[in-house]
């Protein structure tokens, strides 16, 4: 299975970004799908999932309201639509695959198998 993300880029407080994740080598449908980021010197942490059908979202509270996870699983790509960016949203955003279909997977741990990366610099 590989993941390919793209998207990022740097913008200012308060705009948008939409970042890409292509996925190939799998039945991207049995798979949940997730973001994670990662800031300087922090861990990775949870952003957004979204169920194998696309019916069922999840988010962190930090973005919740501001975030909009998607996938077209005909594409085999998920999608992380941000707006409203913060300074605080600077990290390298991951895509991800949880084949387990435990619902909902916040841990990284859990899930199988990552993307390379994106970086998103919201400056002010």
């Known amino acids: 299975v590989q993941l390919q993300a793209s998207g990022g880029g740097s913008v200012q407080v308060g705009g948008s970004l939409r970042l890409s994740c292509a996925a190939s080598?799998?039945?991207?449908?049995?798979?949940?799908m997730g973001w994670f980021r990662q800031a300087p010197g922090k861990e990775r942490e949870f952003v957004a999932a979204i169920r194998w059908s696309g019916y069922s979202t999840y988010y962190a509270d930090s973005v919740k309201g501001r975030f909009t996870i998607s996938r077209d699983n005909a594409k085999n790509t998920v999608y992380l639509q941000m707006n409203s960016l913060k300074p605080e949203d600077t990290a390298v955003y991951y895509c991800?695959?949880?084949?387990?279909?435990?619902?909902?997977?916040?841990?990284?741990?859990?899930?199988?198998?990552w993307g390379q990366g994106t970086l998103v610099t919201v400056s002010s």
């Open positions: 991800a695959a949880d084949g387990s279909l435990r619902w909902p997977e916040i841990r990284v741990n859990e899930y199988d198998y």
């Open positions: 080598g799998c039945t991207f449908s049995d798979y949940d």
